[in-house]
DNA sequence: GTTCTTCTCGGCGATTTTCGCCAAAAGTAT
DNA sequence: ATACTTTTGGCGAAAATCGCCGAGAAGAAC
């Protein structure tokens, strides 16, 4: 389970060191793509083996679906995580995100996403001032 | 079943000692996490798991539980309670719940809650004047 | 084909941060 | 008063971060 918020720089080579907390878990072996809100995700080797194959499972029929697929796959990449911990960024989805000089790591479930950090703070406040009214949600499924 | 109120101090580390009553029930391995009303929620890593899957079960299509997957994910660390009982709070936790120098500690059913001192005195004089109007709800349920 | 330039990528190592442990201080019980 | 537990400050070892250097590949110019 990754859990967990951390800030990180990135050096003038796209190069981000992966927060030591998620390195076991994630691997040496990474795929970065295209996330949901202006972030990107970050998923070990394995975990995006099911996606893949749950992607694979839409087919290409629909138009919509067809989007899908390409904005997941196509925005793919697979990366390594180096001796110290670093992953390199491709240009592409360093623009993607918008990511500067400071960026925000969470783990989220089976998932590292990557804030640009201002992003990360706006997104975040905005979250939690809805988060009562979700709680109440919430408290109806059981989760409190 | 966590019951009771105690004060405590943040040390320039962050750190604090975890009310000695609580170490056996809450155990070595916790997670925090934001909670609601601006506090801290603390669960021993059996009772987060629960928590967890209950999460996962949500997915991640909706855009607004994505966003209180992250809440409730990405605003959760992973903890270990040191040889002296204390738990390290980082950073930005800390300033969630805005805690300063003196923090208390309340034991809710399965969880355990972290207020910052003014916020929890507020919080419970708010509460007390109600007294009487929640009896009345108690009542009609049955609790007394 | 050879030489020179540019870019990528791995790794070293200085600085900073984290974290475990010891021990003083404060508080409680006998 | 004494022994025991709990709280909290502080030191020092270990680890993480991140700037920097340089080896090697790729490519351009001659």
Redesign the interface.
Known sequence: ?????YTHTVDEKNRISLPSKFRKEVGKKIVITHG??TCLFLYPLKEWAKIASKLSELGMGQADTRGFNRFMLAGAVEADVDGTGRILIPDFLKEFADLKNKVVF????NRV?IWNEKNWKE??S???K???R??EK?GE???F
């Open positions: 389970m990754l859990l967990g918020e949901l809100d969470t783990g989220v479930h996403e997104y975040k905005r979250i939690e809805q988060a009562d979700m709680a919430l499924i059981g989760v």
